[in-house]
């Protein structure tokens, strides 16, 4: 059965830096793309970057460009994503996804995904 498990969400103070975990149980991250994605209270799930299964990052979204890097470590079966710069406008739950139709080229698009996560909460708050 292939799941998806998010941690590493939490508290913390504007400025700061996170750490997210989408570790895999059931299937190798190797054979799929995986995406971060997140959804603010009222709002639409935001795609926010991608990585193939060949370690090439797809892209990242210009709100989080130049602060955010999605990385894979194959044998842990886990991607990351690394948070810096944190401001509150990042707070929302944050959700990895797999597909292995778009393995080698991503997408930005939740609805290209099949596989998700629970998701994780990310708060920044003073």
């Known amino acids: 059965q292939l799941k998806l498990v998010e941690s590493g969400g939490g508290l913390v103070q504007p400025g700061g830096s996170l750490r997210l975990s989408c570790a895999a149980s059931?299937?190798?991250?190797?054979?799929?793309?995986i995406g971060w994605f997140r959804q603010a209270p009222g709002k639409g799930r935001e795609g926010l970057s991608c990585?193939?299964?060949?370690?090439?990052?797809?892209y990242y979204a210009d709100s989080v460009k130049g602060r955010f890097t999605i990385s894979r470590d194959g044998a842990k079966n886990t991607v990351y994503l690394h948070m810096n710069s944190l401001k509150p406008e990042d707070t929302a739950v944050y959700y990895c996804?797999?597909?292995?139709?778009?393995?080698?080229?991503?997408?930005?698009?939740?609805?290209?995904?099949?596989?998700w996560g629970q998701g994780t909460q990310v708060t920044v708050s003073s």
């Open positions: 990585i193939t299964s060949v370690g090439s990052t797809n």
């Open positions: 996804a797999a597909d292995q139709a778009i393995m080698f080229k991503c997408s930005p698009w939740p609805a290209d995904f099949g596989s």
């Open positions: 059931g299937f190798t991250l190797d054979y799929y793309a």
